[in-house]
């Protein structure tokens, strides 16, 4: 961690006034908006910002993250001695400050409506603009208000435009910072291919750049599945979507089966499912272990026999990647970014309907029935996975980012046509 002399030179104040700053192809100017994610948090969204800023660095790139007021000791946290330069940035009714905090509680629970909630998100942005430079600004929350003359905005994923997940307010948001970015990024194969289709006319500024597995580890230990129990493991949150329903179903119908869940609970639906298990009589092979640490993880991770992810939607599965990356043979449900992964890995694996109990349990006993075989076929993929590095993929957003700023050509290798 860096000591209070030096956290506080890698610190400057917004004044919301900026000087001009001479560019060079060699010395990138680049912004990072971390203002709209949660330091610390562990989610997603940190982790891949966090992973490309330090491949950035690595590359001999200096970016400056841009961070609301208040949070700058959590963010140099999460980086090494040789972190990046932050910039706190003031704005009105950011979240968790006590302004915002105090209004909410005596505002008129009529006024908390997703329009009001996205007109404070774009006031938000109005600081964020004021500050940035004349380089590219990397906004790495697609939700948030991308503001900035050369923005370049990763969309992780579209699942708001999904029916049963569908939020107009983010819709627009995210419609507006398409619009107006000047490079858009996605990490997987079926948002890019879903963005353009959606966004036929952004296509020529859309970009794939993979990342990294996000929570790597080494290859499960080789063994025989038992005659008896099969450990089934479930590492996703406990919410309606990710359809453990499903395999609790299945249980009922296998007294063989045993299965491990880890993830954050949400609740009433996390008790409902409990209870449905108890109904089921499976209760008693099920453990619910809530969310775990990585060292937890990765043990859970080491004493299972199949990872089954019957959800029904991803913009792709984590857990997948994880599961290859140590080759351990898994089961999915058949959506379509789900194939659209496993096409991208040009791996095929047992998939199966996420309403049907028949089809999972079909998909099991392949998976079963030539365990072996399934192990030896992910080991090509496992490699190819661990290979890929946030340098690498650093690289190739500095590509994204040299381009908008005028310093370099346009990275085509990083886009394919898409039928529109």
């Given amino acids: 961690m860096k000591g ?11 004044d919301g006034k900026v000087s001009p700053d001479d560019q060079s192809a060699e010395s990138l100017c680049l912004d ?7 330091p610390a948090s562990g989610g997603g969204v940190e982790s891949v910002a ?3 800023v330090q491949g950035l660095l690595e590359l001999g790139l200096s970016p400056r993250c841009l961070v609301s007021e208040g949070t700058v000791g959590s963010w140099v946290k999460q980086f090494p001695e040789t972190g990046p330069e932050f910039l706190e940035v003031a704005s009105i009714l950011r979240a968790g400050s006590h302004w915002q905090k105090a209004i909410r509680r005596v505002l008129p629970s009529r006024w908390k409506s997703a329009g009001v909630v996205g007109l404070v998100r774009q006031l938000r942005a109005r ?34 435009f999904e029916s049963g997940l569908e939020s107009k307010m983010d819709q627009t948001i995210i419609r507006q910072n398409i619009s107006s970015a000047k490079a858009v990024v996605c990490s997987w194969a079926h948002p890019y291919e879903h963005l353009i289709r959606l966004f036929p006319d952004a296509q020529e500024k859309v970009f794939k750049i993979a990342l990294p597995v996000l929570n790597p580890g ?16 479930l590492p996703a949150s406990v919410t309606p979507h990710k359809n453990h329903e499903l395999v609790l179903r299945a249980m009922a119908e296998r007294e063989c089966l045993h299965l491990t869940c880890t993830g954050i609970e949400v609740e009433p639906f996390a008790s409902e499912l409990k209870k449905l298990g108890k109904d089921l009589g499976v209760a008693e092979r099920v453990s619910w272990l809530g969310y775990v640490d990585t060292a937890s993880l990765e043990a859970e991770y080491q004493k299972a026999d199949i990872l089954v992810m019957p959800s029904r939607w991803e913009a792709a599965s984590g857990p997948v990647f994880e599961a290859i990356v140590r080759e351990l043979p898994f089961v999915a449900s058949s959506i379509s970014p789900i194939r659209s992964q496993l096409v991208d890995l040009g791996l095929r694996a047992p998939t199966f309907d996420c309403d049907s109990v028949s089809e999972f349990l ?17 080991a090509g993929p496992a490699s190819a996975l661990r290979a890929r590095t946030w340098r690498n993929t650093a690289e190739e957003y500095r590509q994204v980012f040299n381009w908008v700023s005028g310093y370099g050509d346009k990275p085509e290798y990083l886009q394919k046509k898409v039928s529109k």
């Fill in 4 to 14: 209070q002399e030096s956290l506080s030179a890698s610190i400057s104040k917004s």
């Fill in 32 to 38: 990072v908006d971390l203002t709209g994610i949660a």
């Fill in 50 to 52: 966090i992973g490309v």
């Fill in 127 to 160: 600081s964020i603009a004021r500050v940035t430079r004349s380089g590219a600004t990397w906004f790495p929350f697609h939700r948030a208000s991308a503001r900035a003359d050369s923005a370049v905005v990763t969309v992780h994923d579209l699942r708001v």
């Fill in 218 to 233: 080494p290859a499960v230990m080789p063994h025989e599945l038992s005659p008896g129990a099969i450990r089934l493991f």
């Fill in 362 to 378: 079909a998909a099991l006993d392949e998976v079963i029935a030539n365990y072996s075989k399934y192990r030896e076929e992910l």
